[in-house]
């Protein structure tokens, strides 16, 4: 019996080790922000997000220069947008260099670096991170009801901000009924 167990514990060992499982780590700070092996500053892009998460699932058409691609196994979806346009004979689906708009990851996997996973109550949520800012309506692609758990100060460089300098988020939890549904990474790369 005892050989057994060590050969199927090597087994698992051995096919975690080749099969190159997906860290569910996501972090976010002021300068960076990481969903896994995806480090977002590193490689904002439909192939960097495929070099970390492998084969995607779907991807629709949201416009003629965005879309969203989905890694169900995973539970996340990314958005993807460009400025620049896009060449001849590609789409917002298949051409690897447009760049990532947003993150979101739902499911138990995730978690941030202080342990909040979706399917956490709210009050965990605050417990791990007593100065998030709860935003009640959404802004722009930013999901709400939602707690900004990692933002900080900017300032406003496009021009329609109603103060010189605003805050932003980098990492948000969104909520509903009390509970954590969905880790959201505002990214907005698409100004290329």
């Given amino acids: 019996m005892r050989p057994v167990v060590l050969a199927l514990g090597l087994l698992c060992c051995t096919s975690s080790a080749v099969g190159a499982p997906v860290s569910s780590m996501i972090t976010a700070d002021r300068d960076s922000q990481r969903v896994g092996s995806f480090d ?13 998460f492998g084969r995607l699932t779907s991807c ?18 990314i958005s993807f947008a460009t400025f620049g346009g896009i060449p001849p004979g590609r789409t917002a689906c298949t051409y690897r260099g447009i760049h990532v708009s947003w993150i979101r990851a739902s499911g138990a996997r995730w978690r ?5 996973r979706p399917g956490d109550p709210v009050a965990q949520l605050r417990r791990l991170y007593p100065r998030a800012r709860f935003q009640r309506r959404q802004i722009g692609s930013w999901p709400a009801p939602a707690y900004w758990l990692v933002h900080h100060r900017e300032r406003c460089v496009i021009g329609v901000c109603p103060r010189p300098y605003h805050q932003v988020p980098k990492l948000t939890a969104t909520v509903r009924d009390g509970v954590v549904r969905s880790l959201f990474l505002p990214v907005g790369a698409q100004g290329d």
Wanted: hydrophobic share 40%.
């Fill in 112 to 116: 941030t670096g202080l342990g909040l």
């Fill in 40 to 52: 977002v500053r590193k490689d904002p892009t439909l192939r960097g997000a495929m070099r970390a």
């Fill in 60 to 77: 629709r058409l949201t416009s003629s220069i965005s879309s969203v691609a989905t890694w169900d196994r995973l539970g996340l979806r």
